[in-house]
């Protein structure tokens, strides 16, 4: 386990629209702020579309209103993935971005869990005809979480390979990993020292407590110039918000205050869209009384993860990543399911 | 791999210069035979000779099945009207397509305007004899509502077995000799997307077929091919190649992102064949398929390689080709008649 960093990480100064570390000045009211991706030549709306609920809504034309009212309130950060319901939602945020592709910072993630570069780069492929375009803004290695990841990524032939590709070819812009399980390996992706643009994990007031990449990730992130995005602000299921214990509101503007490029938040409908957005638009970030406070009010539930069950439960890994490792799957499980869920209806352009 | 297309043109060429003067070989290479060309949303449709017929046929054909599946019955005439505004005149359909609804809103679609569709429909005896296909017959033109048929083919050869029920004395070959004779259709032909084998097993017979229909894309290239296997060998008798299932029945390809739309109805309209029969259930659907077929040009040799080299590492347990690999596609009628389980009770 690595040395904790002083946890006042995320106290540094915030009275500007963004948080800290050569941000821009404060937003025009009512816009979304953006922000600098790390020391990469970029800049994202503070607030990010969740990929996966993109594949949550009934029909594909529900999907698209919400991907265009997104635009319209100013998120330019688009989070998708390769295996998010059997490829559903990139077709559909394909669909939703023709035209206005150039207004999107669009990310996606590759797959591969410990497979090697040619497969990343086939999922590449696969990912661009889905999204309708020739290029990503940024390319991520999906779910880093088992304790042999990133040794399976940095092997000969593994899929940072492929990152620098992709990046010679032009088809994408920055790479960056993902994963929500276990700060030490990120830690450790980290510092085996790939030049990563981006480095993505969950981060909440329960995260602060317990197992917390808050702490252990985010600073050495910060150190090496590597734009952190923030994802699973509302813990996942939003459990602790079901049993009363923190608003959404409050989730959302604590997650944003943190030293981040970005926040992914997942939108599965218009209503829930409009409530982020409101909270966006104009953001000034939380004071560090503010964010203590929060900090407290978690800290007797947050120790034994029961808020955070993506870093407890096995049950919360996905079966895209157990197989590859050679781990058992449950068939009966949820996310088994819908893993194996197809593309349905005439295949259609709009 | 790559090259394999070119001997197949020289051969084309040379069985060209064989029958100069003579009828021209069904299915030639695209742009010899074509009407029109240059891509642009203004030109016409492509027409290519249907077979060693006269008959001019669209490259793209309007599929009944789907048809049947459009959100109403007034849509659906909708759709059927404006593709034949749109320069489709191959209509396809099969007696058995949604409980007959597919026949029934093709008829109405066409009632007015019957002259202007070259009109396919199946006859599904799945081995009955040639009674049940003329009644079938009857049946059918009465839902088209004209007294004709283009063309008449056998539906789904599918089974190991159909090949000898349909040439068994009082079997469905009968009946198509019959309705041409009794001027009820002009050609006659067969239709089956399980394996190549059962297709040149009904060639084998020698029987004058018009007409071979048969899925063709760019994982069938690979995967228990057709294209490799059967239409050679129909485009050698001088039938009219029918190709479908360019998006592999159920688009799976396109959802799992391993080719484009356009990349795949362009592989399928390249290959040398009459018409790519498109299951078209909206007028969304039919605007994309039409705009891909207006003015095609066959795609270059290198792009059809890369395509194939490509879908290669997808084809090989055919499942992209579920038509092929599972009982999924096979019509209930069918498994009813030869006696087996449904597919629900299938573990496939």
Known sequence: MPAFAEPTTATADRNSGAPPGGRPADPPPGKIPLRSLGRANAKVSALGLGGHHIGDPKSVEEAIAIVHAALDGGITFFDNCWEYYNGKTENWLGRALEGRREQAFLMTKVCTHGRDAGLALRMLEESLIRLRTDHLDLWQVHGVGFDNDPELAYAQGGVLEALDKAKQQGKTRFVGFTGHKDPAVHLKMITLGYPFDTVQMPLNPFDFHFRSFEKIVLPEAQKRGIAVLGMKSMGGTAEAVKRGVITPEELLRYAMSLPVAVTISGCDTLAVLHKNLKIAQGFTPLTPAQMDDLRRRCAETAADGRFEPYKVSLKFDNPCARLPHGFPIDLQQKEVKQFLERGTGTWSPQ | MSNRFQPDRREFLQTTLATAGGAVLAGTEAPAA?????????????????????????????????????????????????????????????????????????????????????????????????????????????????????????????????????????????????????????????????????????????????????????????????????????????????????????????????LRVEEALRYAMSLPVVTTISGIDSRVVLEQNLKIARGFQPMAEAERAALEKRCAVYAADGHFELYKSSVKYDAAVGREQHGYPTMEQMPL
């Open chain 2, 34 to 258: 074509e009407i029109g060309g240059g891509v642009g949303s203004s030109e016409p449709i492509p027409r290519r000779k249907f077979g060693k017929q006269p008959d001019e046929i669209s490259i793209l054909g309007l599929g009944g099945f789907h048809l049947g599946k459009a959100a109403s019955r007034g849509e659906a005439i909708k759709i059927a009207q404006a593709a034949i505004d749109a320069g489709i005149n191959f209509f396809d359909n099969a007696w058995e397509y949604n409980d007959h609804v597919s026949e029934e809103w093709m008829g109405a679609a066409i009632a007015d305007r019957r002259d202007k569709v070259f009109l396919m429909t199946k006859v599904c005896t799945h081995g009955r004899d040639k009674k049940v296909a003329l009644k079938q017959l009857d049946q059918s033109l009465q839902r088209l509502k004209t007294d004709h048929l283009e063309l008449w083919q056998v539906h789904e050869v599918v089974y190991d077995n159909d090949p000898d029920l349909h040439f068994a004395a009082g079997g469905v070959i009968e009946a198509l000799d019959q309705a041409k004779q009794q001027g009820k259709v002009r050609y006659v032909g067969f239709t089956g997307h399980k394996r190549p084998e059962l297709h040149l097993q009904m060639l084998s017979h020698d029987y004058p077929f018009d007409a071979v229909q048969m899925p063709l894309n760019c994982f069938d290239a690979t995967f228990r091919s057709f294209q490799q296997h059967v239409l050679p060998e129909v485009n050698r008798r001088g039938m009219a190649a029918l190709g479908m299932k360019s998006l592999s029945g159920d688009a799976q390809p396109l959802w799992h992102g391993v």
